[in-house]
């Protein structure tokens, strides 16, 4: 197996430009999890998904921040207007709740830097 | 609410063991995570342990889980240069649909 894939791995913006980070999660997995780490606080979650639905996106920062799933094997995080402070890794993990230890698998990420 | 701590930082001499510490605070645990990261990586899974155990051995790591404490450790037996990361432990809890909770990190530099 690939493994998460996440794409692009680096990214360099502007501030107030729209960016928009990808993820296929591991084939057969159930739940996606969006982390961010930064020094300051970090590995924070985001936002996670069972089964393509959105289950809880109460560590969203803000309404700039917007994810979607629209199918099992794709995932997408928004940043509209993106700004300096949102500058971090962006890390995407799939799990699979029938396997044991409930195990989440991490993606390598994606940095992003708001200029 | 739930914490998970962990120092910052060790560093060891090639060949001796690392002992990396983490307390946590929710009682409700199902299982507990030791990850790596290496720079510019993602996190790896090193292993986990599910709450009822006290012991996980998997070749060169060990995994001790005080539960009355609620302190979990991760031994690296003949700690090599490729062996310094950043390791992170972290929690799932049952009533969260498993959501994992992180420490910090503790930045592991193996001296050669």
């Known amino acids: 197996d690939a493994g998460v894939i996440q794409s692009p791995r680096h990214e360099v913006t502007e501030m107030g430009q729209e960016v928009t980070l990808r993820c296929k999660p591991i084939?057969?997995?159930?739940?996606l999890f969006w982390y961010r780490q930064t020094m300051m606080r970090g590995l924070e979650l985001l936002i996670y998904f069972n089964n393509n639905v959105p289950i809880d996106d109460s560590g969203m920062p803000e309404d700039r921040f917007s994810a979607k799933m629209p199918n099992a094997s794709f995932s997408t995080l928004k940043i509209q207007p993106s700004e300096p402070r949102d500058s971090a890794v962006y890390f995407c993990a799939s799990r699979d709740s029938g396997t044991p230890g409930d195990t989440q698998y991490f993606g390598p990420g994606t940095r992003l830097t708001v200029l | 609410g739930e914490d998970v701590e962990q120092s910052l930082f060790l560093s060891v001499r090639e060949g001796d063991s690392s002992v990396i510490n983490c307390t946590y605070t929710d009682s409700s645990s199902t299982y507990l995570y030791w990850y790596k990261q290496e720079p510019g990586a993602g996190l790896q899974l090193l292993t986990y342990?599910?709450?009822?155990?006290d012991m996980k051995q998997d070749q060169r790591l060990t995994v001790l889980l005080n539960k009355k404490d609620k302190h979990l450790s991760l031994r690296i037996a003949d700690t090599q240069t490729g062996d310094s990361a950043i390791y992170f432990c972290?929690?799932?809890?049952?009533?969260?649909?498993?959501?994992?909770?992180f420490g910090s990190g503790t930045r592991l530099l193996v001296r050669p």
């Open positions: 084939s057969g997995h159930d739940y």
């Open positions: 972290a929690e799932s809890i049952e009533d969260s649909s498993y959501k994992l909770i």
């Open positions: 342990i599910f709450s009822n155990m």
